[in-house]
């Protein structure tokens, strides 16, 4: 590097700090700038929770397993990097899934997507919910849509269009599948706006959603109950593939493992950040892509409004259980994506993934593979030990799916305040952390507690960060 190359630390080694680097490398060759980029991770691998782990002819994700497709950040970085022809899609033949109650997996019904249903028929004739409850949805279509475009529950907003039944049945399992978090407290317009929308287009969730469904039709995988199956991606290789691939191409900037940033405080020419044990690295600009407690902690000296903001973002636990069993060791044929499970069965299962049928190539003939989920207190390590929630688990899917005998292997992963938690009035923290940081010269924060957690979104997220960063850079340059 020349004397004049300007350098650039960015803090997180996970999917959003790997691709906040490529962005930056890229840029500097494409428009001759010359930056010193430093990648700065607290554990000993990059990849953050995207890790994949073979035995056996068994593959089997600790983190994320597909990523959503209609996001075109996602597919449009696997392109840049030479991975669109590994990536594959769910298995076609059974992409619908489970709700359960009692013991027993109901279908979720045909055309019911996450919160609502738009077709009519299988909605009456499912055994999910009673007949009052049934009634009491449909009134949904006669319903007056919600005056103002105040933010609310999604809690608030599902039992308000649908009631009580809908919430704790169907739609409370549906968003713990995704957010690991309480609806009770989730704001409707950060973690699934679609709906807010819908109302305000056309007052009746069922009605609306049902003309959306029928403009983008089949190609989308509309036709699927649950979440839209027809749309998430995964490499035949899983999804280490990604963060390999990105690893490779940031070949150009200087990584450091096992070392932990302490603070981020400013000083006269830009940046500096405190090392754990004393080491001190100066920098024209900072990316923090951090969790948001952990990013909090870093900016507290330096930026301590926005500290205090990030600070009141909360973040949950999450726990993953992959089980192999020999195919006759599990009397249920798997034949679906996977189940969830409300919160009123008072089960440790959050939900369950029948990953050999949603993707190809994930076990060998003759075996199954199986991941469970825990999310909230149970995750949480200040609860049990790895050993007793792994066991509470395995016990609770044996009369569920018909389960004989001991796994022939198991593989458990705990992942701490790794799903930010989205609260009502999200948005407007958001909003408030982002003028604060545009007036901040040379810091960007990247990552998924602020406007999404897919990895297309950590996509995105990082590259309006890497663009932030280079605009700094340029007007100090000039």
């Known amino acids: 590097m020349t004397r004049d190359a300007r350098r650039v630390v960015v803090l997180g080694g996970g999917v959003t700090g790997l691709v906040a680097c490529y962005r930056l490398l890229e840029a500097s060759k494409a428009q001759n700038l010359s930056l010193d980029i430093h990648l700065i991770e607290a554990s000993s691998r990059l990849g953050g929770v995207i890790e994949t782990e073979f035995a056996d002819g068994v593959l089997m994700e600790k983190g994320p397993d597909c990523f959503l497709a209609s996001k075109p950040e996602g597919i449009e970085l696997c392109e840049e990097l030479g991975l669109g022809s ?203 892509t951090l969790p948001p407690s952990a990013a909090a902690r870093m900016l507290e000296k330096a930026a301590p409004g926005i500290s205090g903001e990030l600070m009141s973002i909360p973040s949950g636990s999450l726990a993953t259980l992959n089980l192999v069993y020999r195919a006759e060791q599990v009397a249920n044929p798997l034949h679906a994506m996977g189940f969830v499970v409300p919160a009123i069965e008072n089960k440790t299962l959050l939900a369950c993934s029948f990953s050999s049928t949603k993707f190809a190539g994930r076990a060998p003939e003759g075996k199954v593979l199986i991941r469970a989920f825990a999310g909230g207190e ?57 003028s604060a940081i545009e007036a901040t010269p040379g810091l960007a924060l990247a990552g998924n507690a602020y406007r999404g957690v897919g990895i297309p979104d950590c996509v995105k997220s990082a590259g309006d960060a890497a663009e932030k960063i280079l605009g700094d850079l340029r007007t100090i340059n000039s």
């Not at 016990?395 to 799903?419: D, K, M, Q, V």
């Open 86 to 288: 590994q990536l594959i899609g769910t298995n076609e033949r059974y992409r619908r899934s489970f709700v359960l109650r009692g013991d027993e997996l109901l279908p979720v019904p045909q055309g019911y997507y996450l919160l609502a249903p738009y077709q009519i028929g299988p909605f009456l004739t499912s055994p999910v919910f009673s007949p009052l409850g049934k009634l009491r949805m449909a009134m949904d279509v006669l319903l007056p849509g919600r005056r103002g475009d105040d933010d609310e529950s999604l809690a608030d907003f599902v039992r308000r269009r649908f009631g009580r039944e809908a919430l704790e049945r169907m739609a409370q399992p549906m968003v713990a599948g995704i957010y690991s978090a309480d609806p009770e407290k989730l704001s409707l317009q950060a973690t699934m706006p679609q709906f807010h929308q819908i109302e305000r287009e056309h007052r009746s969730l069922i009605l609306g959603l049902r003309k959306r469904m029928q403009k983008r039709g089949a190609g989308e995988g509309v036709s699927a109950s649950g979440p839209r199956y027809g749309l998430f991606v995964s490499f035949a290789r899983g999804m280490g593939v990604l963060a390999e691939a990105l690893a490779e191409a940031i070949s150009g900037v200087a990584v450091r493992t096992g070392c932990r940033a302490e603070a981020l405080e400013r000083f006269e020419r830009g940046w500096r950040v405190r090392l754990q044990g004393g080491e001190e690295v100066d920098a024209d600009a900072a990316c923090v």
């Open 378 to 434: 149970a995750a949480s390590r200040a609860g049990l030990s790895n050993e007793e929630l792994a066991g509470r688990l395995i016990e609770e899917l044996r009369p569920i799916l018909g389960i004989t005998g001991e796994p022939e292997a198991s593989a458990f992963y705990r992942y701490e305040e790794s799903l930010p938690h989205y609260l009502v009035g999200h948005l407007e923290k958001v909003e408030r952390i982002e």
